[in-house]
């Protein structure tokens, strides 16, 4: 499997690129107000309007760097029915991919009930690497916040 490696604050994780749609460089998006301070805004890609979040916000409390290297991935969220929909993510130092055997990935050993999205670890040379689940990164509440209409 391929994962696209990305940073939070000094530590690497990892995205099964299977979950993600397309890469993009950084763009203006527009502020959503009354929402979890983590949701970054929202823009419009090929017509459709796509939610965004910041992994370094949500993780950290802090919003992601804003370098060449730190990019908007757009992902494929679940929504209740047959139908993905685009949920944008901003991820720091996205640019490197790597190759693991889901075999290789192994728990923790801590308990990530506050932070449901993070999943189990591998290492190499950077360090222990941290998968993410894309289907965990939303509270309900947020989820039918920034998806009303799949909520219905």
């Known amino acids: 499997m391929l994962f696209l490696l990305f940073k939070i ?23 959503i107000p009354a929402t979890a301070p983590w949701v970054a805004g929202v823009f419009t890609y090929q017509g459709q309007s796509v939610p965004v979040i910041d992994l370094s916000q949500l993780a950290l409390g802090r919003p992601a760097q804003r370098r060449l290297s730190t990019r908007i991935v757009l992902v494929h969220y679940p929504a209740p029915g047959p139908d993905s929909r685009l949920l944008g993510l901003v991820l720091e130092k996205s640019s490197e991919i790597m190759r693991r055997e889901p075999s290789e990935f192994r728990g923790s050993g801590l308990d990530h009930s506050d932070a449901p999205y993070l999943g189990p670890v591998t290492d190499d040379a950077r360090g222990l690497i941290q998968s993410v689940r894309v289907q965990d990164l939303l509270p309900p509440e947020v989820r039918v916040q920034l998806f009303p209409a799949a909520e219905q």
């Open 9 to 31: 604050g000094q530590d690497h994780y990892a995205l099964d690129t299977s979950q993600v749609a397309v890469v993009l460089s950084l763009v203006s998006l527009k502020q």
